[in-house]
């Protein structure tokens, strides 16, 4: 199943659960619903910062955590060639919780750039938090 499919299900699946809701509700779910489909930093910060309360918080906090563990993997294996630069270094591994807090600190200081790619805000956001000096980037080549 491609990722657009799986968005649309997950998406139709949810459909439901705001069709008999007051129209104000329904407006916000087709908003939080929209951000699943993860296109700009705001999507993600949008689904990682999602209130407790709000009927979607654990399926919108369990995409967030899979992005972040998505794209950190990614950029593990990526680094491993000697031809990518390191972006972010630190000492020890970093955690899923800890990614999410940096961003949503990050997005905090940068409302500017919520328009950008997650992807790219995200490994923004950890590259600030955890820059490479300029050894560690000789070290780790």
């Excluded at 705001?42 to 919108?60: G, I, N, P, R, V």
């Excluded at 998505?70 to 955690?95: E, H, R, W």
Aim: proline fraction near 4%; glycine fraction near 4%.
């Amino acid at each position: 199943m491609n990722i657009q499919t799986f968005t649309l299900v997950f998406l139709f699946l949810f459909a439901g659960s705001s069709a008999a809701a007051d129209p104000e509700t329904a407006a916000r779910d087709r908003k939080f619903q929209q951000a699943f489909h993860l296109k700009t930093a705001q999507d993600l910060k949008t689904l990682c910062s999602m209130d407790k309360e709000y009927h979607l918080h654990d399926k919108a906090l369990g995409f967030c955590y899979g992005f972040m563990s998505g794209t950190m993997s990614f950029y593990g294996a990526i680094k491993q060639s000697p031809n990518i630069s390191n972006l972010v270094c630190s000492d020890k591994p970093i955690s899923r919780s800890l990614m999410v807090s940096t961003f949503l600190e990050w997005t905090e200081k940068n409302p500017d750039r919520l328009s950008q790619p997650a992807v790219d805000s995200l490994m923004q956001a950890a590259a600030e938090k955890w820059p490479c000096h300029d050894s560690e980037i000789a070290m780790n080549r």
